[in-house]
């Protein structure tokens, strides 16, 4: 299968770096392919959220299932299989290396009717470089 890849979308400080900004595009889940969050997890401070608008009010076609990943010893926990209600959900995931392909990428499934959209955002964990004056 040829999963579709989305990327995290991370925030645009302003100029007096007291606000950030994330200008989102979202995509259409395409169920038959599933999605790919490339480099889900660079950002390495748990601030990965994957944002779902779920446009189906039916329950059995609501499910997304996390895939585990292939990077560290705790992926033989296995997949997970979540409800994602109708309408618009944030999730956060707190095992990341659970799901963490050696890529740094995350797989999603979804059920068989699942209609909607999905992206994912973070903050970025670096630290900026200080200005020499």
């Keep these: ?6 990327n995290v979308q991370y925030p645009t400080l302003d100029h007096s770096e007291s606000v950030a900004n994330i200008g989102i595009t979202e995509t259409t889940v395409t169920v038959a392919n599933g999605i790919t969050i490339a ?7 748990n601030s990965l959220f994957i944002v779902i608008a779920n ?3 039916d329950e059995e076609d609501s499910a997304m299932t996390v895939k585990a990943g292939n990077a560290y010893p705790n992926a033989m926990l296995g997949d997970i299989t979540i ?3 109708a309408g618009v959900s944030a999730i956060q ?3 990341l290396s ?3 392909k050696a890529d740094g ?12 959209t999905i992206y994912a955002i ?4 670096g630290v900026k470089e200080v200005a020499q004056s």
């Design 1 to 6: 299968m040829a999963r579709d890849i989305i």
């Design 39 to 45: 480099d889900a997890f660079s950002n390495k401070n």
């Design 55 to 57: 446009n189906d009010e």
């Design 83 to 85: 409800e994602i209600p």
């Design 93 to 95: 995931l707190q095992d």
């Design 98 to 100: 659970r799901f963490e």
């Design 105 to 116: 990428s995350i797989d999603l499934d979804f059920a068989t009717g699942f209609t909607g």
């Design 122 to 125: 973070a903050k970025w964990a």
